[in-house]
């Protein structure tokens, strides 16, 4: 079964330390990649996803990933963060091509800066 | 952005009882609704995908006719919670689809049965 894994599930991190999450898959055929981010109290947002084309996206935030497809991994970066970067992070893939493009989630990433 | 709403954000009932839950796109139509369960401390597991005039479709392992979902117009989804158990508490969470691949999710409602 496809699965996605999520190595760190409690990262904690001093202020403008480089941070990176890393975030593997199962899958053969082709996927489509997500992070999503959830600050407390509050809903999922979408940071990033990858879907084509250059394997390094850029997201909101000053956050970037990088699809590396022979690693089936998409580790989520960022050079240096801030304690408002405190949320929970999701790694979610999309089996491409499927009509109902469901989401898989991994189990999440909590990382907490101190200031 | 788009904007998912749930309503209510927070519900406790007894057991034995039903509980419905809604979830609407806002500022945008959406064809498609999912339907997550967050455990405490886990990630989300799909439930069922809602599609807007037919029936859900279901993951397996849950219960169609436990977690009853419709989708009646193009901008409310909901899920009613029949027969709760204390074991079906736990951190609802819709999405609804813009476009080809993206979900936008609501902020989850927290259903606590007694």
């Known amino acids: 079964a496809q699965s996605v894994s999520q190595h760190n599930h409690h990262v904690i991190l001093s202020e403008a330390a480089s941070l990176e999450l890393g975030c593997n898959y199962s899958?053969?055929?082709?996927?489509?990649l997500f992070w999503y981010v959830q600050y407390p109290g509050q809903h999922l947002q979408l940071l990033l996803k990858y879907f084509s084309g250059d394997p390094l996206v850029k997201g909101i935030k000053g956050f970037e990933a990088e699809f590396i497809k022979s690693k089936f991994s998409f580790n989520l970066r960022k050079p240096s963060v801030q304690w408002s970067d405190t949320a929970e992070y999701f790694c979610?893939?999309?089996?491409?091509?499927?009509?109902?493009?469901?989401?898989?989630f991994g189990t999440g990433t909590l990382l907490a800066v101190q200031p | 952005g788009a904007v998912v709403s749930q309503h209510p954000s927070w519900v406790i009932c007894k057991s034995g009882t039903s509980v419905k839950i809604e979830c609407r796109s806002l500022?945008?139509?959406?064809?498609?609704m999912f339907w997550y369960r967050q455990f405490p401390k886990q990630s989300l597991m799909l439930m069922a995908t809602s599609n807007e005039g037919s029936k859900a479709t279901y993951e397996q392992g849950v219960e169609k006719d436990k977690f009853l979902i419709n989708h009646a117009s193009l901008t409310l989804s909901t899920l009613t919670v029949t027969s709760a158990h204390p074991e079906d508490s736990s951190f609802y969470i819709c999405?609804?689809?813009?476009?080809?691949?993206?979900?936008?999710f609501g902020p989850g409602t927290r259903l606590t049965v007694l």
């Open positions: 979610a893939v999309n089996l491409g091509g499927g009509a109902t493009n469901k989401l898989i």
């Open positions: 500022d945008f139509q959406a064809t498609t």
């Open positions: 999405s609804a689809r813009v476009g080809v691949d993206t979900q936008y």
């Open positions: 899958y053969g055929g082709t996927v489509n």
